[in-house]
């Protein structure tokens, strides 16, 4: 069983700022920011990929009830973020979605997507329109 499933369950501890019947929030005991808040479907999925459609619902529902509690703490603004599968950067192989607040008083800079690359729009179009 992968450790979120085990905070799911309430086999480990930890910090649930939000909990309904499918989802659950929780702090990152790694945070970037102040309030730095996991969420994720009790349920075991991979990725968010794999997840039902009522379930990605319910998880989207959940981070904006999130975003609206960390406020709370004084939150401008917040990156809002999913990492599926290890290439793109997932760590936990259960599905997540970060909720980074982000304060004007911060050290750290905004999550940034780096230097934009070269690439042929109307080919890409071709291929993802249909």
């Known amino acids: 069983m992968c450790i979120f499933c085990?905070?799911?369950n309430k086999e480990i501890e930890s910090f649930v700022v939000y909990e309904d019947e499918k989802v659950m929030a929780f702090l990152d005991i790694r945070p970037l920011s102040k309030g730095h808040t996991l969420v994720i479907?009790?349920?075991h999925y991979e990725n968010v990929l794999e997840m039902p459609s009522d379930i990605a619902k319910d998880?989207?529902?959940a981070v904006k009830i999130v975003c609206e509690k960390l406020k709370k703490l004084g939150a401008e603004g917040f990156n809002i973020i999913t990492n599926v599968n290890k290439v793109a950067?997932?760590?936990i192989m259960h599905a997540h979605?970060?909720?980074i607040p982000r304060y004007s008083e911060e050290?750290?800079?905004p999550?940034?997507?780096g230097k934009p690359i070269e690439c042929d729009l109307e080919e890409v179009h071709k291929v993802l329109k249909d």
């Open 59 to 61: 998880l989207t529902n």
């Open 6 to 8: 085990k905070i799911a």
């Open 89 to 91: 950067g997932q760590e």
């Open 97 to 99: 979605i970060h909720v």
């Open 107 to 109: 050290e750290s800079k």
């Open 41 to 43: 479907p009790k349920e």
């Open 111 to 113: 999550i940034s997507f």
